[in-house]
């Protein structure tokens, strides 16, 4: 008869070897039913040499019953049914085992909130006695009652985060008093109105603010820095109050890119030399050059609300733009097909542009479709009211017309060309 704390002890000479798969020696490393089956060898017990085969050996045995030297299975790989993990149980709720990839052979808590959920079950194999003075035997195989910081620590939490949350350090007085098993005392959480009330995230973070104070305050720290890093980069301008606001539901929440854009494009504003910068700055920019390119005048409002919108989410340029040119069809009725058809404005008009350059000397760099002689030369309504632009040949008579024509230097010397011609015709020429 092996004695099953001689096999924990066996088992814990092995603490600290690496873990590797297929492993079933010191030498060369543990997978978990190696490292399981090496130590029963060791003890003359043989066992199969897989967790899935194991489980059928011996008998079951509650948690609340479990000794030195049960087995302990667990379901680790949702994606298949059944035990995939096994360790030894070593006494006062905790078991050791050879993890996983990565990590040494070690000692864990049932109470941990992991393995409570992937529970299989306890085996008691045949041939391993527990001896009443060490904790073993019928008599002792109660795990020893642990005081509240003790529970506490076995279920993943600090006592000091169970007496911020009242409704959780009533279950935990529970558990003290009756030394619940880890399955009951996760389920009365699980059924607790905390629970219910916040999300994975948000418990994650309480939990972690009271059990770990030096690493939640780093958290935010990193989570305050990254709030104003996207800030810049959005072109928002947080006050410090907004700065904490957003790192807290990073932190809390889990918010992702799409809920900070979101957050963030509600404090887009003009900076002092009323521009904007970062995301929506470009987009602006992009906006201003849509509008001048479709001869659609926007307030710088309208730039402002667009850019917003586009830095939450909630639109896009290309939606933007769209909406550009279907104000300029309807600005410019005439052109509306060829405009729908991807046309701009500004192209549209510039014959129109080169001929008031030309016919009144002003720089083609100064004129535009937003030139009062051109926007009606484009927008002409016919007799009969429908739409129809000014052709060119009648917009160069409109221009000569202009007082500003007659000004010309060119003009004036032609004037004067003439008048000469006349007067030699007359015989009265100098």
Excluded at 72 to 81: C, E, L, P, Q
Excluded at 292 to 301: I, P
Aim: a positive charge; proline letters at 5%; aromatic letters at 8%.
């Amino acid at each position: 008869m092996a004695r099953g704390e001689d096999i924990v002890e066996t088992l814990r000479s092995q603490l600290g070897v690496m873990y590797r798969w297929g492993g079933s020696s010191p030498s060369e490393g543990f997978d978990c039913s190696g490292l399981v089956a090496w130590a029963f060898g060791k003890a003359g017990i043989s066992l199969p040499r897989t967790t899935y085969n194991m489980i059928n050996q011996g008998a079951s045995v509650p948690p609340n019953k479990l000794r030195p030297g049960d087995l302990v299975f667990f379901d680790t790989d949702r994606k298949r049914s059944g035990p995939d993990h096994v360790g030894v149980y070593i006494g006062g709720g905790k078991f050791i085992h050879a993890a996983r990839t990565g990590q040494p052979v070690k000692i864990s808590s049932l109470a941990e909130g992991y393995y409570m959920d992937r529970w299989m079950g306890g085996r008691r194999i045949s041939g391993v006695s527990a001896d009443p003075s060490s904790g073993g035997g019928e008599a002792a195989e109660v795990a020893p009652r642990l005081d509240a910081h003790e529970l506490a620590e076995t279920y993943g939490m600090s006592y000091a985060f169970f007496k911020s949350q009242p409704e959780l350090m009533k279950l935990l007085n529970g558990a003290v008093a009756d030394q619940w098993s880890p399955e009951k005392f996760q389920a009365k959480v699980k059924n607790s109105n905390w629970w219910k009330k916040n999300s994975e995230t948000v418990r994650q973070a309480q939990v972690l603010q009271k059990t770990d104070p030096a690493t939640y305050t780093a958290t935010m720290a990193a989570a305050r820095e990254s709030a104003k890093q996207m800030a810049v980069k959005m072109g928002s301008v947080l006050s410090e109050k907004n700065v904490e606001k957003l790192a807290k539901n990073m932190v809390w929440y889990g918010w992702q890119e799409a809920q900070v854009a979101n957050f963030l494009g509600q404090y887009v504003k003009f900076q002092e030399n009323q521009t904007l910068g970062g995301m929506a700055g470009a987009a602006a920019k992009a906006i201003k050059a849509e509008a001048y390119r479709n001869g659609v005048s926007v307030t710088e409002q309208s730039v402002l609300n667009n850019a917003q919108y586009i830095v939450r989410g909630l639109t896009t340029m290309e939606k933007v733009q769209g909406s550009l040119r279907e104000q300029a069809a309807g600005l410019y009725p005439a052109w509306a097909e060829q405009i729908k058809a991807g046309a701009s404005v500004q192209d549209l008009a510039q014959p129109y542009v080169q001929a008031v350059a030309q016919e009144l000397g002003v720089p083609p760099t100064d004129v535009d479709a937003f030139n009062p002689k051109v926007k009606a030369a484009l927008n002409r309504v016919n007799a009969a009211g429908q739409p129809e632009p000014l052709s060119l040949n009648d917009f160069t008579v409109q221009l000569r017309n202009d007082p500003a024509w007659r000004r010309q230097p060119t003009v004036a010397d032609q004037t004067l060309n003439i008048g000469k011609q006349v007067l030699r015709d007359m015989g009265l020429g100098f």
